[in-house]
């Protein structure tokens, strides 16, 4: 307030009376005052502290700037607000009205940790000051002062929360985990002592990797150098897994997978973290996973060895069986006992067919089924295996023709697997069809040979389409099975067309026949010859027997089974003519009196010599440089063609073989 001003009565040396004076003085002082004021405000509203005065009724009197800015408010939006009630979180009200009580009772200068509300809903962190302004005795009003602690709140607790995740994880972890610094252990969490049995961390704490383990790993080296060179590798890689031995406190060694992980490196620390994972369940499993495989491996050879040997014990007698029905069948006269005979020959090539099949199997199953290509007409071997079936088919008052378009056809094949296919289809076709018949055709499509077996039988239900091809599969299974069979004809006849590489396909309804097609690529280099008329009956294409007017060839056959001996000649009466040797030793001096045109060589023959060797010592004499030696053989195994051929053998046939068959055979190598 500014006194009145007094009444001039007299004036100073500069001619101004002393009310004057005061007036200027007064002036001044109020310049400085606004001076001083103006710049205290500046500092106020530029500080980046909060600032902001409140009167004992809690109103808002002033707030600088910086506070303003930072809760989102304009000045004319705050003043005369009730600071509480506007500008703080719910939950730190309380709090801070308690604070401003002892600041008006006791005039104290207090420091508090209170949260803003800002305008648009977010919390700051705040850490005030705040004092009481007097006057007098009275309390004017308050003034705080604050400075935003968020950023530095948010990341203290981020890295405390974080901490404190990382540690439970360390802590609660199954696995073991460990932590080491140049190359000791400094710290482990609770599974590690379970793992090793150990009471205490200190027991382990400052120990080297090694020292938990055996002094030896499996594999012959230290631990200590083993654990060594995992760790260097470990620092080289970044991490490494790997399996190793550890030892409990009781002594016990257990496997263990690690995985070492490279947490930082300088040059006065190298920092690993490792995982332990008790495997010995895994090692358990896996070790009796080895020893049944090697189990299966070994049971599997012994199959397939028993499998040779039975084949080999079933086709010597076979031979008998199959022959000498065959001959009988041909020779007896009276009509009743010629069926029997008949009966006995059929029952055999079922058996045969039912022996091929297993062991065809057991070949795919062990995978040592091997494509072994020779030149065959294909056209030919196809009907020569469906006249086999003629029988059977007039038996059962059905059909059985052949159709083609292509006459004749030489191409390079399987041959032994090609007749099984068709041999296969044709069975199946004539065993399923009791009315009509099946009518099986070739046609030439592209490079391929096109072979359809179709007959007009029981068919084959849609659902049962895919089921089929699998082994032992049947349409009808169990107890309620019609037809008899093994269920493994069209497993081994799919895996053969696919071994040719071609195709096959059916195309079946339940009740209305099934056409099985084959489609099978024709190998370059083939011959072919096409014909224009079609259809003939099956019984025309009798493959016709050559070399019947020619004047008799002589084969030695060197055999020491005396069935064989005695059906083979029979079986080339008319054909050839057959002397016999019983041993390798015997075949070798007949050879020695005179050159036969060809030599038919039992393998197992039980004599000093077996058939390898005789064949061997009969190549070396010079009048048998260009005889065929043939090998005849019950050991039907895949791959015994190549190899008796490899031996130096001309041609190869597996017993028991058909007159045909035989026939053939020496036909296309005699000269
Ligand atoms: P199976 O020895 O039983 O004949 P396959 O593997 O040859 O074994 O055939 C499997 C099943 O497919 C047969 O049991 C039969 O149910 C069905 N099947 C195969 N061919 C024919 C066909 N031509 N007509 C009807 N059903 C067939």
């Not at 070739?442 to 359809?452: F, H, P, R, T």
């Not at 091809?469 to 004809?489: D, H, K, M, N, P």
């Not at 079946?508 to 259809?535: A, C, H, M, W």
């Not at 058909?658 to 036909?667: A, E, F, G, M, Q």
Request: with cysteine; glycine share 6%.
């Amino acid at each position: 307030m500014i006194d009145e001003i007094p009444s001039d009565k007299g004036l100073t040396s500069e001619g101004n009376s002393p009310i004057q004076e005061q007036l200027e003085e007064n002036k001044i002082l109020i310049e400085e005052l606004k001076i001083e004021r103006d710049f205290s405000n500046t500092i106020i509203q530029t500080t980046p502290a909060f600032f902001v005065a409140i009167k004992p009724d809690g109103k808002v009197i002033m707030m600088n700037e910086t506070m303003l800015n930072a809760l989102g408010y304009k000045e004319e939006e705050v003043i005369g607000k009730d600071y509480l009630t506007n500008f703080i979180p719910i939950k730190d009200r309380a709090k801070l009205g308690h604070t401003f009580k002892n600041l008006s009772q006791h005039h104290q200068h207090t420091f508090v940790g209170c949260n803003l509300l800002a305008k648009n809903g977010n919390i700051l962190m705040v850490e005030w000051h705040g004092s009481p302004i007097l006057n007098g005795d009275e309390l004017d009003y308050f003034i705080c002062l604050g400075i935003d602690i968020t950023k530095r709140m948010s990341s203290e607790e981020f890295l405390r929360e974080s901490e404190k995740k990382y540690r439970e994880l360390f802590e609660k972890s199954d696995d073991a985990i460990l932590i080491i610094e140049n190359d000791k252990f400094v710290d482990c969490n609770d599974a590690t002592l379970r793992m090793l049995k150990y009471k205490n961390k200190e027991d382990l704490l400052y120990t080297h990797p090694s020292e938990l383990s055996p002094e030896f790993q499996p594999n012959g080296k230290s631990s200590f150098e083993k654990a060594t060179e995992m760790m260097d590798i470990a620092i080289q890689k970044g991490n490494h897994r790997f399996e190793w031995y550890h030892k409990k406190a009781d002594g016990k060694v257990f496997p263990v997978e690690v995985l070492l992980t490279t947490v930082s490196i300088d040059e006065n620390k190298k920092i690993l973290h490792t995982v332990w994972r008790d495997i010995t369940e895994k090692v358990k499993a896996r070790n009796e996973i080895i020893e049944a495989r090697e189990k299966a491996e070994e049971a599997n050879k012994l199959k397939s060895n028993f499998l040779a040997n039975m084949s080999h014990e079933l086709r010597t007698p076979m031979v008998g069986i199959i022959g000498f029905s065959n001959i009988l069948e041909e020779e007896i006269e009276q009509p009743d006992l010629k069926e029997y005979a008949s009966f006995i020959n059929e029952a055999g090539n079922k058996l045969m067919n039912s022996l091929n099949l297993i062991l065809n199997l057991t070949k795919i199953e062990t995978e040592k089924i091997s494509v072994e290509y020779s030149k065959i007409d294909l056209i030919h071997n196809i009907k020569r295996t469906i006249y086999t079936f003629d029988k059977i088919a007039a038996q059962k008052n059905i059909y059985l023709k052949f159709k083609s378009e292509i006459e004749s056809l030489e191409n390079e094949t399987d041959e032994r697997m090609f007749t099984q296919i068709i041999a296969n289809l044709v069975n199946n076709a004539v065993k399923y069809t009791d009315e009509g018949g099946i009518i099986v055709s070739c046609s030439k499509d592209d490079s391929y040979l096109v072979i359809e077996v179709k007959d007009t039988g029981i068919g084959i239900p849609k659902n049962m389409h895919n089921l089929i091809w699998e082994e032992f599969r049947q349409v009808s299974e169990g107890t309620a099975r019609i037809y008899e069979g093994t269920g493994l004809g069209l497993t081994v006849t799919r895996n053969f067309v696919h071994k040719l590489g071609g195709k096959i396909k059916l195309e079946s309804e339940d009740g209305k026949g099934s056409t099985f097609i084959v489609r099978l690529p024709i190998r370059q280099k083939s011959i072919l010859y096409t014909v224009k008329n079609e259809t003939q009956k099956s019984s025309d294409n009798t493959p016709k027997i050559k070399g019947a007017e020619k004047g008799l060839k002589t084969v030695l056959y060197v055999e020491d089974d005396i069935y064989a001996l005695e059906v083979i000649p029979l079986l080339l009466k008319g054909h050839y003519n057959v002397e016999s040797a019983t041993s390798g030793e015997q075949g070798i001096i007949k050879t020695g009196d005179r050159v036969y045109d060809a030599v038919l060589m039992d393998i197992n023959l039980h004599g000093q010599m077996d058939g390898t060797k005789t064949c061997e010592i009969i190549k070396e004499m010079d009048d048998y440089k260009n005889i065929p030696i043939i090998a005849v053989t019950a050991y039907a195994m895949v791959g015994d063609r190549e190899k008796y051929l490899q031996i130096g053998f001309t041609d190869y046939i597996s017993k028991p073989f058909s007159k045909d068959d035989l026939i053939n055979l020496l036909d296309r190598n005699v000269k």
